[in-house]
């Protein structure tokens, strides 16, 4: 019987370390992320879970350490890393003179998506009619927040990176989202959800990791990955082509472990002061 | 690349016809400060005809440091210009895109300037042709260098006064050669007495153009 291929790693960070001048992003994380797996990045505010999040987009350069994204370098293939991942920051990243409409299409078409999604996109977070020929200057943050989330949609890329996902969205908002996310989980996308409302966020992710100054000081799995357990097929292009996945593997009980001793010390407000 | 910058200068030059303000702000600014030269140089028309050329490419270069600031401006709000990191557009279309958007501006501004001098300062163009190379060319080079450090400064709390300081300087070669080639057409000369400073805009365009497109990328990175 030949030997099943392991799966492949989605984010791959070793050791790494961020710093922005001299402080400390992140100091010296771990972290496997498998294809297909959801993951919950929790812990306190400042704990560096948005700087984990930015450094696996590329935005944020590694000081050491290593970091792969699909398999690949994020600076030395910064365009092909960020054409297969997608980041939901707190910014919403739209230009105010622009339509809901248009700042979709031009987020879409700037990252060489397929502009057949935009009308679906548009439809599943209810930016439609008057709403769609609204300048986005005249959005809530609740709406500028869903228009965000139709422009990662309409994308459908193979990594999703999702920062505080539920801030600012009203229940039905928080319920497309929910259902966006499992659609995408089972899909094949990978996603990770940093949050530190964990309620929210947990019933979507496969593992949650706990971040705490700048490194990850434990993890704990809330429910079976079927990807992570050794499905190797490839990621689905789509929301038409979710639930491709069918090779669970061996059930994984849910637990709790730390991820062993932080060498350096973070403080109790989750900061450390020195980066080795 | 050319589908990057046709798509960023199309986005660009959308939100100008929207927000006007290179028509309700920029242009005015340029036409004021022709006016207020004016003043200064007294009533002597003679002596506005002969300024007419340094003075018309210094409210053109004064309307580049405005619109170049308010093409960063564009990207500053909302985490755009991360956004637009995001998608892995190629870096040297974006340069180009976000370049053309700023020409294009500029060209509908030299536009209502010569208009300006023609009328304030009765300046009278012998060469027209020699004008219009001369806008065409300087505007190329003043829109890339402007693209080019507006990056450099967008990512500084003080990008709106160091900008001119960072760029006034690099685009004195454009205010010398546009300012002689406009002399050569305002007195009948012959093609060959601009021709040096052509040489010397189409060299300047050349250099900051592949410049931008090779550098853009790494400064939009680390700025």
Known sequence: MAPVAPSPSAVS???????????????????????GETVLVEGPN?????????????????????????????????????????LLSHASHLYD??????????????????PARIDPACERWGLTGRLARTPAAKLSAGQR?????AVLTARWPEVWL??????????????????????????GVTILIASHEPGAAEALAHRAVTVTGGRVTAERTLRPSESAAGADGPVADGPDQAGTTDGAGPSVEPDERPTGAVPGGADASGWVAHVA | MWRDAALVAGKDLRIEARSRVALTQVAPFGVVALALFAFALGPDRTTMAK????????????????????????????GARDGLRLTGIDPAGLFLGKAAAVGAQLIALEAVLTLGVVLLYGARIQVPWMIVVSCVLGTLGLAVTGTLYGALS???????????????????????????????????????????????????DAVYLAVGVVLFGPIQETA
């Open chain 1, 13 to 35: 960070l070793r050791d790494a370390v961020a710093l922005s001048g001299r402080f400390p992003l992140l100091a010296g994380v771990d972290l496997e992320v498998a294809v």
């Open chain 1, 46 to 86: 400042g704990a560096g879970k948005t700087s984990l999040l930015r450094v696996c987009a590329g935005l944020v350069p590694l000081a050491s350490g290593s970091l792969a994204v699909l398999g690949l370098d994020p600076v030395r293939h910064r365009t092909a890393v960020r054409r297969r991942v997608g």
């Open chain 1, 97 to 114: 003179d622009l339509t809901v409409r248009e700042n979709i299409r031009f987020g879409v078409r700037a990252a060489a998506g397929d």
């Open chain 1, 145 to 149: 927040r869903r228009v965000a989330l």
């Open chain 1, 162 to 187: 999702l920062d505080e996902p539920h801030a600012g969205l009203d229940i039905v908002a928080r319920g497309l989202l929910d259902e966006a996310v499992a659609e995408a989980s089972a899909a």
């Open chain 2, 51 to 78: 300024g007419a050329p340094g003075l018309f490419w210094v409210a053109v270069l004064f309307c580049t440091v405005l619109a170049v600031q308010r093409s960063v401006s564009v990207e500053s709000a909302d």
């Open chain 2, 154 to 204: 967008a990512g500084l709390r003080v990008r709106e006064t160091l900008l001119p300081l960072l760029l006034l300087p690099i685009v004195a070669p454009v205010l010398l050669a546009g300012t002689r080639i406009w002399q050569a057409a305002m007195t009948g000369g012959t093609p060959s007495d601009g021709t040096q400073w052509l040489r010397l805009l189409v060299l300047f």
